[in-house]
């Protein structure tokens, strides 16, 4: 919603919005464009426009984020004054991707990496593309714009559109071009199990063009039953390992196991090294797709190479935050147990013998239903120490998962607590990975600070 609110107000929209516990580095993003971001939803915030406004300085047109639910007042108000509204993704369509060549990325984890990476591909081989992408690619600053060109990479997530549109967003895209990193269940809110995930992605596939593309992670069991089920566009597939029993489509060798330096293959041809900034298996695929999208709308594999070099990063994907007495303070979006277990392997994979803490703050609504507690101590196990933090609201014990670790698991539901004591352990040369999907309390800046005062 933030990124389509940059988006309105770069095609000349004036734009204002409501959330709750809004916090860096989106908000900051939006302050810095002018764009006033008010605490709460309140009715009010429907009417807060100058007076150059017409119609009693009433909003012209509402988007309505899918947070928002009926019994809202502010939702309630909408719907009895018969207000103009319509959802993020369909105003997305109707006002800027309409008449743009489309590139979505899609699948559980690695969309906003994904996105950010292709988008800069694009940028890098002059071609500069618009894009709308869930996190803030470092080599942009901003995590949307129009751009100058008829391509448009956009990060298409499977999360339903709005309360009165329970269709996922990624079917008002209408892409040309579509990546599907993986497929795993998630979101347990709103989807009973896999299946119904599938279903929407075969939703999907259905308005891919006969002369689009379909990348596919070919390493995905989970993909392929959706394909099985219909598919009407060509495909390639990509794999992070070299397939000596399949030469065609994108695979990659490794020239560095922690994936930060790597050759890409093409029909079983090396196309160029990639040395960059990123670490894990997982990046190396979502590289390849990144790639492979490139190639389809004109971008020579070389230069997608070359680009990649210069790649910066996005904030929130494993972010230096800072290091301090030489301990290392990271922030890191995962909130699936498999994103958690490919980057604690991809950062053991480059520290070899440095302590790695991993603090993990189980913010997700699928993670508070206790959907993954099962396979959450596995995806921890390359952590030297584990420290759980348990927020309000969470629906199952997370001693489970302690019992499943051993001693060098803890659990704290204070987050000052838990700071002082990672502060009092933590020596010269440990990394400290934070990982949420929310700001977590400003506990960076707090482990940092306390850490400092520790000397």
Not at 148 to 166: C, G, I, L
Not at 284 to 309: D, T
Request: aromatic letters at 8%; charged letters at 20%; glycine letters at 8%.
């Amino acid at each position: 919603m933030g990124g389509i609110a940059l988006l309105a107000r770069e095609s000349g929209v004036q734009v204002s919005g409501s959330d709750e516990n809004v916090y860096p580095p989106m908000s900051t993003m939006l302050e810095a464009q002018g764009i006033d971001v008010q605490q709460g939803f309140k009715v009010e915030h429907l009417y807060d426009f100058n007076e150059e406004n017409d119609n009693n300085n009433k909003s012209n047109q509402i988007v309505v984020g899918n947070v928002m639910t009926r019994a809202m007042r502010i939702v309630e108000h909408t719907l009895n004054e018969n207000l103009l509204y319509t959802s993020g993704p369909q105003w997305l369509y109707e006002n800027i991707l309409r008449e743009r060549w489309v590139i979505a990325v899609s699948g559980t984890h690695g969309k906003t990496t994904t996105a950010s990476i292709l988008a800069w591909i694009l940028e890098y081989a002059g071609l500069k593309p618009g894009f709308l992408i869930g996190g803030v690619p470092e080599n942009f600053g901003l995590s949307a714009r129009l751009g100058e060109s008829p391509f448009f990479v956009v990060e298409a997530d499977e999360y339903d559109t709005a309360f009165f549109d329970k269709r996922s967003k990624f079917v008002h895209y209408h892409p040309r071009t579509l990546v599907v990193n993986n497929l795993e269940y998630d979101h347990a809110d709103i989807f009973p199990d896999l299946d119904a995930i599938k279903t929407q992605f075969h939703h999907l596939m259905r308005i891919v063009p006969e002369k689009g593309l379909v990348i596919v992670n070919g390493e995905e069991r989970n993909i392929q039953d959706v394909l099985d089920k219909g598919c009407w566009t060509p495909k390639e597939y990509f794999s992070s390992e070299v397939n000596a029993e399949k030469q065609t489509g994108w695979a990659s060798h490794y020239l560095k196991p922690d994936g930060s330096v790597f050759e890409v293959l093409f029909d079983g041809e090396t196309h160029g090294k990639v040395s960059w900034n990123l670490l894990g298996k997982h990046n190396v695929s979502n590289a390849l797709a990144a790639i492979a999208a490139a190639r389809h709308v004109g971008v020579p594999i070389k230069f997608a190479v070359e680009a990649l070099a210069e790649f910066k990063g996005i904030k929130r994907r494993m972010e230096l935050r800072g290091t301090v007495n030489g301990v290392c303070v990271y922030d890191d979006f995962a909130h699936h147990p498999t994103a958690i277990e490919t980057t604690l392997k991809g950062l053991r994979a480059r520290l070899s013998q440095n302590k790695i803490i991993a603090i993990l703050e189980p913010r997700s609504n699928t993670m508070r239903l206790g959907v993954h507690k099962q396979t959450l101590s596995k995806s921890l196990e390359t952590a030297d120490q584990v420290i759980l933090f348990q927020p309000k609201g969470i629906d199952w014990d997370m001693g489970e998962v302690l019992n499943s670790l051993g001693e060098k698991a803890s659990l704290y539901n204070d987050i000052d607590q838990l700071v002082e004591q990672v502060a009092k352990t933590a020596n010269s040369g440990d990394h400290i990975l934070v990982m949420s999907n929310g700001g977590f309390g400003g506990i960076h800046e707090k482990l940092l600070s306390a850490i400092e005062l520790k000397g």
